[in-house]
């Protein structure tokens, strides 16, 4: 069991221009209205995920075995790069190789990535339009289930064979799983075919991080 905690953050308040607090998640009963598509009214309302993401750094770096590599170029792990600017990016890596590497990547949208294993990006929050009522919470509660279940050993990454192939990912979670694909041709092939090699060694999924000796 993992004994990550969330630190405690206040939850930001927003008003509209009429100075009624905007209740995000609860906005639209039925569908948003045409006008909120595209339109990202308070994107800042996403900053305390960035308190988030820096406490699973925390975390990973003191309880587990790996190396950290803190340099805008880790950015580069991202398949599909970003369209904000980089502000900080954190490379994890277990010094065990079965192990999958974690890769978050700060934006000044304030947003996050993070590159799991070989082949993914998510991102936090997937999108932040005022039809999607995205909240900070629900995109952190993600992040972490995520990041967590990586470390635990419970995420799986796998090429389907054959013509137009997809590149798949699974977690498990102790209240389900999760699973998602994208095509494999898309993706940087000289980074696909190293991910051939590599996966082909874990078909069952990657390992659980080892914890540091250190106390």
Same mark, same amino acid.
């Given at each position: ?7 405690p ?43 988030? =993401?820096? &406490?699973? #750094? /925390?975390?990973?770096? $003191?309880? @587990? ?32 190789? =079965?192990? &999958?590497? #974690? /890769?978050?990547?700060? $934006?000044? @949208?304030?947003?996050?990535?993070v ?62 799983a999760?699973?998602g ?8 092939p ?26």
């Amino acid at each position: 069991m993992s004994t990550y905690l969330r630190p405690p953050i206040d939850d930001p308040v927003f008003r509209d221009a009429d100075g009624t607090v905007i209740e995000y998640g609860n906005r639209w009963p039925g569908s948003p209205p045409e006008d909120t598509y595209s339109v990202d009214t308070h994107p800042e309302r996403f900053a305390p995920i960035h308190r988030v =993401a820096e &406490a699973l #750094l /925390t975390h990973l770096r $003191t309880v @587990y075995d790996v190396e950290t590599d803190e340099d805008s170029s880790a950015a580069s792990d991202l398949l599909r790069p970003g369209y904000f600017e980089v502000v900080k990016a954190v490379r994890i890596r277990p010094k065990d190789p =079965a192990c &999958a590497t #974690l /890769t978050f990547v700060f $934006t000044s @949208y304030p947003g996050r990535y993070v590159h799991a294993g070989l082949l993914h990006d998510f991102p936090y929050p997937v999108c932040g339009c005022d039809a999607c009522d995205a909240t900070w919470t629900a995109e952190a509660d993600e992040l972490e289930r995520q990041v967590l279940a990586v470390v635990a050993g419970q995420y799986r990454e796998s090429i389907e064979r054959g013509r137009g192939p997809w590149a798949e990912y699974a977690f498990r979670h102790p209240d389900g799983a999760s699973s998602g694909r994208s095509r494999a041709q898309d993706l940087p092939p000289d980074r696909l075919a190293q991910a051939r090699r590599v996966l082909r060694k874990h078909p069952d999924g990657w390992a659980a991080w080892p914890e540091s000796a250190a106390p």
